[in-house]
């Protein structure tokens, strides 16, 4: 019997579970993994308004970065239906949310932890702007609120600053146009440069898995039968 966490039981239940999906979507699913990326991931502190947070999760889903990370040390992460478009459903998003703790410091050293180093966006620091930054190491960028910015905890855990160009009067952009500005210019430094951005082939094993789970109807039913021919040997 394998393992369901193998990487050969995954495999084989991916190609039970592709018997069920259409062609199409399963070629949809092979060309959107193979531009998925965690070597850039999306970190939201504090988002009250739920039309930004959705507006940022759809951006995210389009510019292929896979995982995104919200914040809730004062507000609840909520979502927009009819802006996010269903981009949710297709993303890994990681909420930081326990009481009495501070959540800004348990996500950034988790992901400090992970080898990312943090970048803080900002308009009030000259560090580094967004189409120079060098991406020589897996990168997460933080966003706080229009209002506030990012807190103290965040800004004084991040490991630099970086900040989009402005020409105009108003102090900072619109933080979903921001942040959407911000994924466009990484992914354009990751496809010049010579980065290690796309998932391993395992990696996409299970990305597709999860897509898969979510496609069909009464997925665990699937897996029960799956196990039983599994046992019988008859697959």
Not at 7 to 25: C, D, G, M, N, R
């Amino acid at each position: 019997m394998l393992n369901p966490s193998s990487p050969e039981y995954k495999k084989a239940f991916l190609t039970y579970l592709e018997e069920f999906i259409t062609v199409s979507k399963l070629e949809k699913f092979d060309r959107i993994a193979r531009n998925r990326t965690r070597y850039v991931t999306v970190v939201l502190e504090d988002i009250y308004q739920a039309h930004n947070a959705s507006a940022v999760v759809r951006s995210c889903e389009c510019f292929g970065i896979q995982d995104l990370y919200f914040i809730e040390n004062q507000y609840e992460y909520c979502i927009s239906p009819d802006v996010a478009m269903g981009a949710p459903k297709w993303l890994n998003i990681n909420r930081y949310n326990e009481p009495n703790i501070d959540n800004t410091t348990a996500c950034i050293m988790d992901l400090k932890a992970k080898g990312y180093k943090i970048y803080a966006t900002t308009p009030h620091t000259d560090d580094c702007l967004i189409h120079d930054m060098p991406l020589t190491e897996k990168t997460a960028l933080l966003f706080g609120t229009e209002l506030d910015g990012l807190s103290q905890t965040a800004l004084s855990l991040s490991d630099g600053f970086v900040r989009v160009p402005m020409y105009g009067f108003t102090e900072s952009y619109n933080i979903s146009v921001s942040a959407a500005l911000c994924m466009f210019s990484v992914r354009e430094t990751l496809k010049s440069k010579n980065r290690n951005w796309q998932f391993t082939d395992e990696e996409i094993i299970d990305l597709k898995l999860d897509w898969a789970r979510k496609t069909i109807k009464t997925p665990d039913l699937h897996e029960e039968r799956f196990v039983k021919l599994l046992n019988s040997k008859i697959i």
